[in-house]
């Protein structure tokens, strides 16, 4: 089956610098990226994805890579702000039998100081 | 607009015991999923379903049962709690079968 592994785990940078977050995935099946942040005590947010036919995507300070040969994937934070304190999710999606098989990463906890 | 919705937030259960955590949604999606979240890993789908009337088996489906009589509801039962089912369930919708709203979450304590 398929596997993400996510690094850091832990992430702290100040207020005003980037943020990075790396994943790899292990099935070449997988065709669909997401990237969800989770606040304390609330639920996964998505915020950004990519598909596998697309090698970036942005969206205000936030963007996504995708290299398909490497198997690796990154969230790119910029000018990076307190409201930016949370942990973040990759995950790697494939077609299986009819639904979406979404495989999670661990997670990264990036905490951003003023 | 309220999204999704789980109840109950917190929960406190003995061994044994059966509980029914309940999710609901308004936004008219098809895709259901519930999931648990464990320190250190990633969420892990228990069950989902496609539509009314539907249910599947996940990555961990043991000890779980679900049903989705109205497309706005889905239901995780658990009948017979055990600790390691100590954690937090999120519930989550779609219309693309990626899930993409998920609600605030349950936080389910086994003694």
């Known amino acids: 089956g398929e596997n993400v592994e996510q690094h850091p785990s832990t992430l702290s940078v100040q207020e005003g610098d980037s943020a990075v977050i790396k994943c790899t995935y292990s099935d070449s099946a997988s065709n669909y990226f997401p990237w969800y942040k989770q606040e304390l005590g609330k639920g996964p947010q998505l915020i950004i994805d990519?598909?596998?036919?697309?090698g970036e995507k942005k969206d205000q300070r936030i963007a996504v890579t995708l290299n398909k040969t490497a198997k690796h994937f990154s969230l790119h934070i910029t000018e990076t702000q307190p409201e930016d304190s949370a942990v973040y999710f990759c995950?790697?999606?494939?077609?299986?039998?009819?639904?979406?098989?979404?495989?999670f990463g661990t997670g990264t906890k990036l905490q951003v100081i003023p | 607009n309220a999204g999704v919705t789980q109840t109950p937030k917190f929960r406190v259960l003995k061994t044994g015991q059966s509980m029914t955590l309940l999710c609901a949604q308004d936004m008219n999606h098809e895709y259901m999923y519930w999931y648990r979240q464990d320190p250190g890993m990633g969420l892990r789908l228990i069950h989902y379903?496609?539509?009314?009337?539907?249910?599947a088996k996940g990555e961990v489906p043991d000890g779980y049962n679900v049903s989705r009589l109205k497309k706005q509801n889905f239901l995780l039962g658990l009948e017979s709690a055990a600790p390691s089912q100590t954690s937090v369930y999120f519930c989550a919708s779609s219309y693309s079968g990626q899930p993409q709203h998920f609600g605030d979450g349950t936080r389910l304590s086994i003694l």
């Open positions: 990519i598909r596998s036919n697309v």
């Open positions: 995950a790697a999606s494939m077609n299986s039998g009819g639904y979406q098989k979404v495989t």
């Open positions: 379903s496609v539509g009314e009337g539907t249910t």
